[in-house]
């Protein structure tokens, strides 16, 4: 038998005979690593401990401390333990596939009850039984012949497609879980006892087509998450629960500041609330943009589709557009026209008006640009997925000298607002060429090293993403970090040498020819509903005082201080306060809970001691106790507080 070298993890090798396992070089190194092994990574490769290895490699072998592959295992096995405790309590059911996502796994199901909560309950049951009988898992190399006559037999229908639409003619691997077997292609755990049994839970059940094409059966899909341990487990579904409280479409009821529906999908209706905050962010940056050098235009959103033809969406982004059909007067055919979903080809229209000089760049044109594009019904998500949106979107015309310089004013202005917007920790992904691209190397080189150099002007820690550029340039994407440790990525910076050739944008150089300008793509919101729905989020509601919609809610204690509620509501407005006043008949603790619930930042209270003394009773959002304070020092703080952070 030929004989094989493995390198280890510290460097030193090991002959064996080809076809050697996993498991039993983990038992050559030691017994204890072979009882605790649960995988191995081989060339890279996770690997099931069954599998033979044939030629020379590096191999590490894993335990239940390697959170990544153990957490893997476990979900990818749990996925099929549900699948037999599903055809344990009910054989007839159909199964199809189980892939492992993130922090767990589903499985569809072809069933014709649809499953219900209690069932959820049942197949968890089952799946501990099936784990604490410790059923070996094994695995086996079939023709394909074989396995399609194997789930014929079985009356399998969609195991048999799979197999059918699988390229090649390469045998398949086959995995079983005690008795119940299924198509996979690994790798899996030794047995089932090896799935922590309380730390997995199914979460919920979802409507799925088959194979994700609406014209096929509609099957049922279970959720289901799960960890190393119990301990992760009730962390993680803490978690959930936190994010549930500060689900921004909840708060947007209990704050009255948007609603969404069916007469238009993925549009949002804006009350007078969420239109404040909404106002207040736009305004703010408005005026950061404004010092930051950039002329704010407006372009329009309906163009005809010569222009979009010309910039490459039409046949890139077609499906993604609302298009409009209109009879023109005269004209022997319908003219065909487009929502714009992004504004770039208009803001290169603005450009072309009239020669541009060196001198004038670099140009940076800034829009809140009203923007629609088409999302699947069933991706729409509150704010943060929409078909209308507003993107506060700019376009910056400048050499390829000027990029670097650029990047690093525009990175300086992102943190300042991040960091008022209440986001102090921010990542950087620089994603470089891809394969298949436009421009030279030459020029590609150049702004690769420029935006590198302007990461490291600001800050030393950045990840590169190799080959995820955009077709026609690099791209920096910036990932923000939410108060429970989520990451939204908002703002963008991209070089782009292409759009500037296809609309022939030009600019008179100091030699007197015709340049190509280069075109820098930027957002630092993103949209201004995602941002919105990313800040309800991050503070749950709690916005920063300057940006609240409702700040201060004067409250009467009784009826007889009404006159003086009135005189504080207006000296607090004429502060530039948000205030409002509430006179109804209600106890003051009941005003209170309900203001709360709305999440008014501060409720000021006035009995006839506070008329008396010309005092408040202030209580703010989330503390229970409450101070009597002069009114004329409670409308100053409350003034400073009320002013944007760009203003103080």
Excluded at 17 to 36: F, Q, R, Y
């Amino acid at each position: 038998m030929a004989q094989i070298s493995l390198t280890l993890p510290d460097g030193n090798a090991r002959s064996y005979e080809a076809g050697v396992t996993p498991a039993e070089v983990a038992a050559d190194i030691s017994n204890s690593l072979a009882k605790k092994a649960i995988s191995a990574t081989v060339d890279g490769q996770h690997w099931d401990l069954q599998w033979p290895i044939r030629g020379d490699a590096e191999i590490s072998i894993h335990t239940m401390k390697d959170e990544a592959q153990a957490n893997e295992l476990i979900r990818h096995d749990l996925a099929h333990i549900m699948a037999r405790a599903v055809q344990e309590i009910w054989p007839d059911v159909k199964v199809t596939i189980g892939p492992v996502i993130e922090n767990g796994w589903y499985y569809d199901f072809d069933r014709a009850e649809p499953f219900t909560p209690e069932d959820l309950g049942l197949i968890e049951k089952k799946m501990k039984e099936i784990i604490n009988l410790r059923d070996p898992v094994k695995t086996e190399i079939w023709e394909r012949a074989r396995a399609i006559k194997h789930y014929e037999d079985n009356g399998e229908p969609f195991k048999v497609e799979l197999i059918e639409s699988i390229p090649g003619d390469e045998p398949l691997r086959m995995y079983w879980h005690g008795h119940w077997q299924d198509l996979c292609r690994g790798p899996h755990l030794q047995h089932t006892g090896q799935v922590p049994a309380d730390a997995f839970k199914l979460m919920s059940v979802a409507g799925a087509y088959w194979r994700g094409d609406s014209n096929r059966q509609m099957l049922q899909r279970i959720y289901g998450v799960a960890f190393t341990g119990k301990e992760k487990l009730k962390a993680y579904l803490t978690f959930l629960e936190e994010a549930e409280r500060r689900d921004h479409r909840r708060l947007g009821r209990e704050m009255q500041l948007f609603h969404f529906q069916e007469e238009a999908p993925g549009m949002v209706f804006w009350h007078p609330n969420g239109w404040t905050i909404y106002r207040a962010l736009e305004d703010y940056m408005r005026r950061k943009l404004t010092r930051a050098g950039y002329q704010e235009i407006k372009t329009p959103q309906v163009v005809d589709r010569k222009l979009w033809e010309a910039s490459g969406h039409w046949d890139k982004y077609r499906e993604n557009m609302y298009i409009t059909e209109i009879d023109e007067e005269h004209a022997n055919e319908k003219r065909t026209n487009a929502l714009k979903p992004m504004n770039c080809p208009c803001h290169l229209q603005v450009f072309n008006q009239g020669l541009k000089s060196y001198r004038d760049l670099p140009l940076r044109l800034a829009e809140f640009g009203s923007c629609h594009r088409y999302e699947a019904h069933g991706a729409l998500h509150g704010l943060m997925r929409v078909r209308g949106f507003t993107q506060d979107d700019a376009h910056i015309f400048c050499t390829e000298d000027q990029i670097e310089e650029e990047c690093s004013k525009f990175i300086d202005l992102l943190s300042d607002i991040y960091r008022d917007a209440g986001f102090t920790s921010f990542d950087i992904k620089l994603s470089t060429r891809p394969e298949v691209r436009v421009g030279s190397d030459e020029v590609w080189d150049k702004a690769e090293v420029a935006l590198e150099k302007a990461i490291l002007n600001v800050r030393n820690d950045y990840e590169v993403d190799p080959g995820e550029g955009a077709f026609y340039g690099p791209k920096l994407d910036f990932k923000l970090t939410d108060a429970i440790g989520r990451e939204w990525q908002c703002g963008t910076f991209q070089v782009d040498f292409n759009l500037p050739e296809r609309l022939d944008a030009t600019y008179i150089g100091a030699d007197g020819e015709k340049h190509r300008p280069v075109m820098l793509h930027r957002a630092i919101l993103g949209s201004f509903e995602r941002f919105l729905g990313i800040m309800l989020e991050n503070y749950a509601g709690k916005l920063p005082f300057w940006m609240a919609p409702r700040q201060v809610v004067v409250a009467s204690i009784i009826s007889d201080a009404d006159d003086y509620v009135r005189k504080v509501v207006e000296e607090l407005t004429a502060a530039g306060i948000r205030a409002e006043a509430d006179l109804r008949n209600e106890k003051i603790n009941y005003k209170v809970r309900e203001h709360s619930v709305g999440k008014v930042p501060v409720i000021l209270a006035c009995g006839m001691k506070e008329v008396e003394e010309g005092t408040v009773s202030v209580r703010r959002l989330g503390e229970k106790q409450t101070s009597v304070q002069p009114l004329d020092s409670v409308t100053t703080q409350l003034a400073h507080e009320a002013t944007p952070p760009d203003l103080l």
